[in-house]
T-cell receptor, first 112, second 111 residues
């Protein structure tokens, strides 16, 4: 079974630039999550999708972050404009409802 | 306000001995708890979980204990092996499926 795929793996940008991350969940998993993991911290949930609808985006900084999940499969997370404090690893995870979440390898973002 | 706390940033254990990783939580609404293991440059990998209606769950060398009255859970690894060296995250779920994670404990297994 193929795992959660994410790209790119690494990204370096300057502050005020825009960046986008892509995630392809495990086939058949209806629920998709984006987490932000800052160095030395645990992952923090940014947004949760059920199929292509948003279930929880209470911790998403909506003035600069946006996410979509078209057709209930792939998802993109965008930051526009980026700030220095956005430097982190962005993790995508997927799950069948009520089961454990499977994580992708993450995208390491560095904002200079 | 941290709802899931792992107060030990690191733990060093000799190979073959028992590793005990601890986790405390504050939110009584959490109904499911999970442990994840993470190697560098990889995403977290699910290890073991426990429902709030149970007090113990065992899977091979890994056992998770839950003490609801103390809002405390622990992960026991017996015997510890070199491949167990990794960062371990405690996570909790309440309501919607999104997880709340602790900061992690770096487990180092020494030969």
């Amino acid at each position: 079974e193929a795992g959660v795929a994410q790209s790119p793996r690494y990204k370096i940008i300057e502050k005020r630039q825009s960046v986008a991350f892509w995630c392809n969940p495990i086939s058949g998993h209806a629920t998709l999550y984006w987490y932000q993991q800052i160095l030395g911290q645990g992952p923090k949930l940014l947004i949760q999708f059920q199929n292509n609808g948003v279930v929880d985006d209470s911790q998403l900084p909506k003035d600069r972050f946006s996410a979509e999940r078209l057709k209930g499969v792939d998802s993109t997370l965008k930051i526009q404009p980026a700030k220095l404090e956005d430097s982190a690893v962005y993790l995508c995870a997927s799950s069948l409802v009520l089961y454990e979440q499977f994580f992708g390898p993450g995208t390491r973002l560095t904002v200079l | 306000d941290q709802q899931v706390k792992q107060n030990s940033p690191s733990l060093s254990v000799q190979e073959g001995r028992i590793s005990i990783l601890n986790c405390d939580y504050t939110n009584s609404m959490f109904d499911y708890f999970l442990w994840y293991k993470k190697y560098p440059a990889e995403g977290p990998t699910f290890l073991i979980s426990i429902s709030s209606i149970k007090d113990k769950n065992e899977d091979g060398r890994f056992t998770v204990f839950l003490n609801k009255s103390a809002k405390h859970l622990s992960l026991h690894i017996v015997p510890s092996q070199p491949g167990d060296s990794a960062v371990y995250f405690c996570a909790a779920r309440g309501g919607a499926d999104g997880l709340t994670f602790g900061k992690g404990t770096h487990l180092i297994i020494q030969p």
